[in-house]
């Protein structure tokens, strides 16, 4: 029974991790699909969701037949409520990969309003923060973890630096502007908001490795 037990957790770890890559995917397929103006792309990122969809809700099943069915303690029922929440973590930041192709197909065919300078740099702390926490879970590596989550901060701050501009530098000076400039505006916040689940899923890790709660507890991070 243990083996099984055993052979039905790594089971579990490989979903997680393929539901990680699709995550990974979508986010770079929307942001190129942005940087190229790829209506093509951008609908493939929309129509491959329902793919995420179906496989967070398979894990989640899983979940609960595990808990359910073997009645797991200490560790090995840490880690399958810490696979839980990351699962939901990377369902949601597929979803937010397709809000930012939905962006694209809004923006795709309107002039460049400016060189995107920012949101590149955000898109690429996002993916950075993304594959990282999801290092950190495959390796149960507390460093990288907490890596991911002392990159947050910057990654408010480029959020608000893109704002700023949008705002006061287009939209509040030129009225017309505004339907280039929303759905840019809007890519920063889905930018942000992934890195805000990456740094969920930095901390469901360092829970599930040390049964530690560091979430709203900065100071646990020393």
Do not use: W
Not at 25 to 52: F, G, H, M, P, W
Not at 88 to 94: G, K, P
Not at 198 to 203: D, F, H, L, Q, S
Request: glycine share 0%; proline share 3%.
């Amino acid at each position: 029974m243990e083996r099984h037990f055993d052979e039905e957790l790594k089971e579990l770890h490989k979903n997680i991790i393929r539901m990680g890559v699709l995550a990974q995917e979508a986010i770079y397929n929307s942001i190129d699909a942005l940087a190229n103006r790829d209506k093509t792309k951008a609908s493939l990122v929309i129509s491959e969701d329902v793919k995420i969809d179906e496989l967070e809700l398979a894990i989640d099943e899983r979940c609960v037949d595990l808990i359910a069915r073997l009645q797991p303690m200490a560790g090995d029922l840490r880690f399958i409520a810490t696979a839980m929440k990351i699962n939901s973590d990377l369902e949601r930041i597929a979803d937010l990969a397709v809000d930012i192709a939905q962006r694209v197909l809004e923006l795709a065919d309107k002039p460049l309003l400016k060189p995107l300078i920012d949101i590149p740099k955000l898109s690429t702390l996002s993916q950075n923060m993304v594959r990282n926490s999801i290092d950190a879970f495959i390796n149960r590596d507390v460093d990288m973890a907490k890596k991911v989550l002392l990159s947050d901060p910057e990654a408010d701050k480029l959020r608000n630096l893109i704002q700023k501009e949008l705002i006061n530098d287009y939209m509040s000076r030129d009225a017309s502007t505004a339907d280039r400039a929303l759905p840019l505006l809007l890519v920063a916040r889905h930018l942000e908001r992934i890195c805000d689940h990456a740094t969920n899923i930095a901390e469901d890790v360092i829970y599930m490795v040390e049964a530690r709660v560091v979430k709203h507890h900065p100071e646990e991070l020393k």
